[in-house]
């Protein structure tokens, strides 16, 4: 996966200098200092799938482009085969498999996002990104820590909110997989 977080930092790289697009602005976009930016694109550090979203987003491109190299072409439909989406991992053992890097001006992104168990005294580590975002447990029980409020899910259970509020997930009992939708 290292080889993949590096080509895409240098897709992101390319795009953004070619569009006249400061790492500066790019980092204020993300809410992220100017360093850890350039990290992101040296591939130093895992870029979540939300901050590329957000990248696509201001470069207007469709997020794919930067996940396969090529521009989404499809915009009647598009079938990605079981365990074939191309994927993002973001720390240890989170992989994030997009459904949808083919179809071209996607109003949303679907993932199917894969946790491995976390420790029981572990935190839950939190971000924040643009839009809403649902999520549909398909496998194993996660907690779910939004704010302040903290939930267990189960397959079957879902939730959406506003991904603009600090949020984090933990699995809890098993490996975890879930539907993930964010808005774009």
């Known amino acids: ?5 590096r080509d895409i930092g240098q897709r992101i790289k390319g795009l953004r200098e070619d569009m006249g697009v400061s790492a500066t602005e790019m980092a204020g976009i993300l809410r992220v200092s100017p360093e850890q930016y350039a990290r992101y694109e040296s591939a130093a550090e895992d870029i979540t799938a939300s901050e590329l ?8 491109v469709d997020l794919g482009l930067f996940l396969t190299g090529e521009t989404p072409r499809m915009s009647l439909f598009a079938v990605t085969r079981a365990g074939t989406g191309p994927g ?9 498999e997009n459904l949808a890097a083919s179809f071209k001006g996607a109003k949303f992104e679907p993932f199917v996002v894969s946790l491995p168990e976390a ?4 935190p839950v580590p939190q971000n924040v990104h643009i839009g809403q975002e ?16 903290e939930f ?16 984090g997930m933990k699995a809890v009992s098993g490996a975890v997989k879930f539907l993930a939708i964010i808005t774009v």
């Open 134 to 149: 649902f999520n549909y447990m398909l496998q194993g029980r996660m907690l779910l820590k939004i704010q302040d409020n």
């Open 88 to 96: 993002v991992d973001r720390r240890k053992g989170y992989k994030y």
């Open 53 to 60: 979203s957000e990248i696509a987003t201001r470069l207007n």
């Open 1 to 5: 996966m290292r080889e993949n977080a």
């Open 119 to 122: 420790a029981p005294d572990a």
């Open 152 to 167: 267990e899910l189960g397959p079957g259970d879902s939730v959406i909110f506003d991904a603009s509020k600090p949020h």
